[in-house]
Structures are given as structure tokens and as C-alpha cells.
């Protein structure tokens, strides 16, 4: 069974750094491809960025409001999942989801965690 | 970027009657190279995650029950559902993944029961 498992999500200042991870089991996370989602309280699904596989090269690709802030990298070792976040505005508020990329079905967002939340406040 | 706008924002429907959620895209994402629609549907719960519900447009993920169906091609899609049942209550999103380095997702539909 496949589970993610986010953790690291709480309250922090405008400015300030956070680290996001999200352990996963039940499937071979070394030939898987991740993403981040997010979800701003009350409102929808923004995606956040994707790493790729080792085998697929490793790159992460990120979306335009987060882009230069944050980082997603991947530890196969541990089989975890991180999103690095730096210069946090009120705007990144949210939900923080961990999700599959193209797993089972191609591109699609198969599988999610129960997500983490972040709260940037002063 | 391109933008999906998913039509109405939101509707209630009596139980066992057809809910229809639309989805427009600011561009078509038909494939050429495989005459695919790389469109996504999923629902979201009350306090849970989403779940992906249909792909390429029309393809029912496994273990999704019949009621549900996706329709749709080039910049126009369609999720109905043929039936509402209670455990339906849901934000339902359609995403588009043509864009390979920017994936966007409508802005939600919200349906209820009338």
C-alpha cells in the first residue's frame, strides 16, 4: 500500500525558513517522481513543484510564485521527500501536500499524503 | 501558464439526480504526438486529500464507481455525475498536465446535496 506521510509544517515569521518532509512507503520510491501541492486555507489545489527520479536525472522543475524559494530535494537512502522553504510570505500559508507523480497513472497526481500545515505569520 | 476555469463555482443537486461540472482550458491540451487529452479530474472531501478521480479526460481511475464520467476535448471538458449519492459531497478540480513544467488546476466546484 502506498502511504506518504508529511511532517515539519507549524508556525513561522515572514522571512523565515522552513523544512517540509514526507516519508513514503509502499512502492519503489527510488524509480518515482514527486510533487508538492498546496492548498491556502478555503481555497484550491496550486501546484508547487516535482523532482524527478534518480534514474530520470534528479531535476526538480518548480511553479512560478515559489520559484527561487524553495527547494525539493530527495533522500533514497531514507526514502523521504523534502521541500525546502526560504523567504516565506504570508502568502505561503497552506496546506502543504505530498503527492506521487505519475506512479501508477502518467502525470497524473496518484497518490497524496494528508498534508502539513504551514502558517507564516508575525 | 495555462488557465483552467471550471464552471459553476459551485451547485446543488438532489440525491439520485445529474450533477455536471465544466472546465475550460486558455488552451487546447490535445496531444498531437497521442491524441490524448491531458486532463485530470479529482475530488476532494471534507478535511481529506484529493483524490484523482478520471484521466485523459475520460479514464475512471480504478475503483472509481461508474456515476462517474469525464467528457471533453481540445479546450472543453465535462465531469458529470449521473447520479448524485450523499458520500458525493465534494470539491471536484480538473487539472491540466499538457503543460509539463507548470501543472494548473481549476478553481474547484463545490457540490452539495438540494
Known amino acids: 500500500e502506498v502511504q506518504l506521510e508529511e511532517s515539519g509544517g507549524g508556525l513561522v515569521k515572514p522571512g523565515g525558513s522552513l523544512r517540509l518532509s514526507c516519508a513514503a512507503s509502499g512502492f519503489n520510491f527510488s524509480n518515482a517522481w514527486m510533487s508538492w501541492v498546496r492548498q491556502a486555507p478555503g481555497k484550491g489545489l496550486e501546484w508547487v513543484g516535482r523532482?524527478?527520479?534518480?534514474?530520470?536525472?534528479?531535476?526538480?522543475d518548480y511553479g512560478a510564485p515559489v520559484k527561487g524559494r524553495l527547494t525539493i530535494s530527495r533522500d533514497e537512502s531514507k526514502n523521504m521527500l523534502h521541500l525546502e522553504m526560504n523567504s516565506l510570505k504570508i502568502e505561503d500559508t497552506a496546506v502543504y501536500y505530498c503527492?506521487?507523480?505519475?506512479?501508477?497513472?502518467?502525470?497524473?497526481?496518484?497518490?497524496w499524503g494528508h498534508g502539513t500545515l504551514v502558517t507564516v505569520s508575525s | 501558464d495555462i488557465v483552467m476555469i471550471q464552471s459553476p463555482d459551485s451547485l446543488a443537486v438532489s440525491l439520485g439526480e445529474r450533477a455536471t461540472i465544466n472546465c475550460k482550458s486558455s488552451?487546447?491540451?490535445?496531444?498531437?504526438?497521442?491524441?490524448?487529452?491531458?486532463l485530470g479530474w479529482y475530488q476532494q472531501k471534507s478535511g481529506q486529500p484529493p483524490k484523482l478521480l478520471i484521466y485523459w479526460a475520460s479514464t475512471r481511475e480504478s475503483g472509481v464507481p461508474d456515476r462517474f464520467s469525464g467528457s471533453g476535448s481540445g479546450t472543453d471538458f465535462t465531469l458529470t455525475i449521473s447520479s448524485l449519492q450523499a458520500e458525493d459531497v465534494a470539491v471536484y478540480y480538473c487539472q491540466q498536465y499538457y503543460d509539463f513544467l507548470q501543472r494548473t488546476f481549476g478553481q474547484g466546484t463545490r457540490v452539495e446535496i438540494k
Open positions: 488552451q487546447s491540451v490535445l496531444s498531437s504526438s497521442d491524441n490524448q487529452n491531458y
Open positions: 523532482i524527478r527520479s534518480k534514474t530520470s536525472g534528479g531535476a526538480a
Open positions: 503527492t506521487t507523480d505519475g506512479l501508477v497513472v502518467p502525470h497524473t497526481f496518484d497518490f
